[in-house]
């Protein structure tokens, strides 16, 4: 950061490194073999259309680049939108490691055609023994991970629950460490 920068306010936001996305697949097995904390098999991409053309065909090859991949891994793929205008890639699979290549797929194809800063998050599905439901959320533009866990009725988190997996997983996964980031995804598809 230059002097000006600090000057007037202005901050570098952090390289992101695309390994970190990968992390997920250690965690899981400490999630799984210390807390009895399972992947549901989903993941998804979730970003910001545009209503271009190109954005459109590149959207439509990625949808085709993971349902042909998938075929090989038994990675399935379907595509939503919700109630903000935003756009939900979800992948299904009961390997955690092919959902992570398939996320990864999404990410990297919408970076090459231009639209890497359309990309909100990338969203993990788990649950504990309960079958409460546990998400991680990997916010790209920060290459940092934490956790969401809805409790209860409507809209209402556990952030303590949210704060205990976040210490527990420090030394798995890279988290963010400003906890207003840390924002709920409610109403996901996965």
């Avoid at 790209?140 to 969401?148: C, D, E, V």
């Amino acid at each position: 950061m230059g002097f000006l920068d600090a000057l007037l306010g202005k901050r570098k936001v952090a390289k992101v490194a695309p390994d970190r996305l990968f992390a997920i697949t250690t965690a899981s097995v400490a999630l799984e073999s210390a807390q009895d904390i399972k992947h549901r098999g989903a993941a998804a991409v979730v970003f910001q259309p545009l209503a271009t053309g190109d954005f459109q065909q590149i959207a439509s090859d990625v949808e085709e680049l993971v349902r042909s991949t998938g075929a090989e891994t038994g990675t399935t793929v379907e595509t939503s939108s919700d109630a903000f205008g935003y756009r939900w890639f979800v992948l299904r699979d009961d390997d955690i490691e092919d959902l992570a290549v398939g996320v990864n797929a999404v990410n990297d194809a919408l970076a090459v055609g231009g639209y890497s800063d359309r990309i909100l998050c990338a969203l993990f599905a788990f649950e504990d023994a309960a079958k409460a439901r546990i998400y991680f959320v990997y916010n790209y533009k920060r290459g940092s991970w934490y956790p969401f866990v809805p409790a209860g009725g409507a809209q209402q988190r556990s952030n303590e629950r949210e704060l205990q997996l976040k210490a527990q997983l420090t030394g798995e996964l890279p988290f963010e460490a400003e906890l207003e980031r840390w924002f709920p995804l409610w109403g996901t598809p996965i």
